[in-house]
C-alpha cells in the first residue's frame, strides 16, 4: 500500500519512521510520500490562504496549490480521478463521515491513499468537490488542522495490513473488531500493590476464561459506551 499526505507542515509526520509504521516500510509492505503543499505554489511568498468569500473569521486554503498538487501526484486531471483512479484521495476535516473500525478496514483494502491535511478554517470546497473520494473525521472536537487526524487514520490502517501486525497481536481481537470493547488485560506478578490478577484468569480452564473475558467485555461496553448496540439483545442498552 502506498500513503501520500499533503500538508504545510511536513516535519508532522516524522512518527511515520517509528514503530509497526516505520518497520512497514522497512519491509517494502508500505510505501510513504510526505509533500509540502508550498511546493506548488506560484508566488514569492509561496501562499496557500486567502480570506473568505462573504466574510466570517480565519482564512481559507486557496485551491490552485491543491490543485497542481493532486494533479501531479495522480498524474490525472481531476474528471479523470473521478472517473478512474488508482488513487483514493481524503480530505481531512471535522466536517466529514466519522471515521471507526469499519472506515479503517475499508481504507486498508485501497492500494493508494492520499491524505490531504487543511489548515486554517479548511480548503476552498471546490477542491473536495473535485477531487475528494472521502471527507474524514476522527471524533466530534477541533484540532487546529489535518495532520494529526491523517497520522491516527494512517497507523489505524497500517496496521490491519496483511503481515504488519505479528501473530500474537492478531486485530481480531481489537477493541470494535467485534463490536464490543475489550475485556482487562494482565501479566505478572500475580499480586501488585495489593491488586490480585482475577484468579480465572489464573486457573488453566480456557472454557472458563473465554465466558468471564466476554462478560467483562458486555459488562464494559454497556457501562462505558451506552452508544454501541448490545451484541445480547439487539437493542440499546
Ligand atoms: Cl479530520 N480535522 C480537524 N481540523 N479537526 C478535526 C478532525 C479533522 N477530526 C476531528 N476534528
Known sequence: M???????????FAPLELSLVGKARERGDLQVGVHDLRTWTDDVHRTVDDSPYGGGPGMIMKPEPWGRALHE???????EHRASSAARIVVLTPAGRPFDQAYA???????????CCGRYEGIDARVSD???DDEISIGDYVLAGGEAAALVIAEAVARLL???LGNAESAGDDSFADGLL???AYTRPPEWEGRPVPEVLRSGDHGAIASWRREQSLLRTRQRRPDLPDPTTGSQT
Open 162 to 164: 496483511p503481515g504488519v
Open 2 to 12: 502506498r500513503l501520500d499526505f499533503v500538508t504545510i507542515f511536513p516535519d508532522y
Open 105 to 115: 478496514a475499508d481504507l486498508a483494502a485501497s492500494p493508494w491513499l492520499i491524505f
Open 182 to 184: 475489550e475485556a482487562p
Open 130 to 132: 473535485a477531487w475528494a
Open 73 to 79: 501526484l495522480t498524474g490525472q486531471s481531476a474528471d
